[in-house]
């Protein structure tokens, strides 16, 4: 439907590549179907923020409540051809002296999650990770059978801890909650660097461990005293 006012003119839903606009959205845009076809191009030219692209969320009704969303994307398809990938959303930059890809302003961010509860939150069923880079890696993991883990110079690579480079060394810490009845532990693992980059991590037996209760051991997670040795002690005056 069409209604004019003065020079506004008003339309009830705006179809663009579509006869039949989506009834939730004022302007509906599709793109042909070939590859890399794009439904929508913004440029913001201006010397002191330009933008290309804004999104506002705007909810006055205070006899509902609900969440308002500036952006939202979505990224789906049935495609089941080997190395197809949907991505909800990206973003990039580069070409200035400094570059951010995104950078939120007030609010916390969630990841896999619609209720943060913190600055960051990473919401996973299962093997939750944070992975971060630099010459080496270095990842927070929690994996599927209630394993905390702090990874050094490793990371979980979908299916098992692998090296971050190529002949450096490995360590994991491992907060270990798997039963109530069971005394919870902290322990620390290390491995040798003499494996390439993205090879599977075999650890050494446990160095140090340390229970809920205080007990300590060195080569055993299940110290039954304040202090629990397994194997030989060297004590040395200097």
């Not at 209604?3 to 606009?21: D, E, F, K, Q």
């Not at 990938?85 to 070409?95: L, M, P, Q, S, V």
């Not at 446990?206 to 055993?220: A, H, K, M, P």
Request: net charge negative; hydrophobic share 30%.
């Amino acid at each position: 439907s069409v209604t004019t006012g003065g020079n506004i003119l008003t339309l009830a839903r705006v179809g663009i590549g579509t006869a039949s606009p989506q009834s939730f959205t004022k302007v509906d845009i599709r793109s042909d179907s070939g590859q890399g076809n794009v439904g929508l191009v913004a440029y913001g030219y201006n010397g002191n923020g330009g933008r290309g692209l804004m999104g506002q969320g705007y909810a006055v009704d205070n006899t509902v409540a609900g969440t308002s969303t500036g952006v939202y994307g979505i990224a789906n398809g049935g495609r089941t051809i080997a190395g197809s990938i949907n991505i909800g959303g990206y973003f990039t930059a580069a070409g200035s002296e400094n570059n951010y890809a995104i950078i939120t302003g007030s609010g916390n961010v969630g990841i896999g999650t619609d209720s943060p509860l913190t600055t960051l939150h990473v919401n996973k069923s299962s093997d939750a990770q944070v992975l971060v880079q630099g010459t080496n890696k270095m990842a927070l993991h929690q994996d599927a059978a209630w394993n905390s883990n702090i990874l050094l110079g490793c990371y979980y690579d979908g299916s098992n801890i692998v090296y971050g480079t190529t002949n450096r060394g490995a360590f994991k810490i491992v907060g270990l909650h798997d039963s109530t009845t069971q005394p919870q532990t902290l322990s620390i693992y290390g491995a040798n660097g003499a494996s390439p980059a993205g090879s599977t991590v075999t650890f050494n037996s446990v160095g140090f461990s340390q229970d809920e209760d205080g007990n300590v051991g060195i080569g055993t997670t299940s110290p039954s005293s304040k202090l629990q040795v397994k194997g030989d002690i060297c004590v040395n005056s200097e």
